[in-house]
């Protein structure tokens, strides 16, 4: 594994541990020629996936990008970023076993969707209005006036930032 600070190719593992869910293991590596420490996650891929954008372009799925997006929906919210880390393996995992090698990216959407909907309802909202392309205060009143009294459990605080 290449040195991210230094460019050396050859570091050395220090220390090897599974994640929290087992989806992936920890090593914490130390590079010989700058003495610099790093993590590196180890994944298994079941398949390479193709992501269909609502355009018609293709990219490869990026686990990474997934996890920001979720991320910037959690953002300032009491959501431990475990719980993130496993909606992501888990989102992944269904696409990969889906048997499918290209996905929609409505599709993948969705699934951030409903585990947003069960995580965090703000959150939630949040990642609908950048998903659903809110453009106005009347797009939010709406899809918020669509979960019919589904907020339980949401202050008037927990609205803003």
Known sequence: MRCPFCNFEDTQVKDSRPSEDNSAIRRRRICPSCGSRFTTFERVQLR????IKKNGARSVFDRDKLARSIQIAVRKRNVD???V??????????????????IQSVSIG??????????????????????KNFREAKDFEAFVGGLNGDMTGIEDEDLGD
Do not use: C, H, K, N
């Not at 390479?48 to 992501?51: D, K, P, W």
């Not at 393996?89 to 499918?100: A, F």
């Not at 969707?113 to 209005?129: C, K, N, P």
């Open 48 to 51: 390479e996936l193709t992501v």
């Open 110 to 131: 969705e699934m951030v969707m409903e585990a947003l909907y069960g995580l965090d309802r703000v959150a939630y909202i949040r990642f609908a209005s950048v998903y």
């Open 85 to 102: 880390e496993r909606i992501v393996s888990g989102i992944q995992r269904r696409l990969e076993s889906s048997g499918e090698t290209e």
């Open 81 to 83: 970023p475990e719980r």
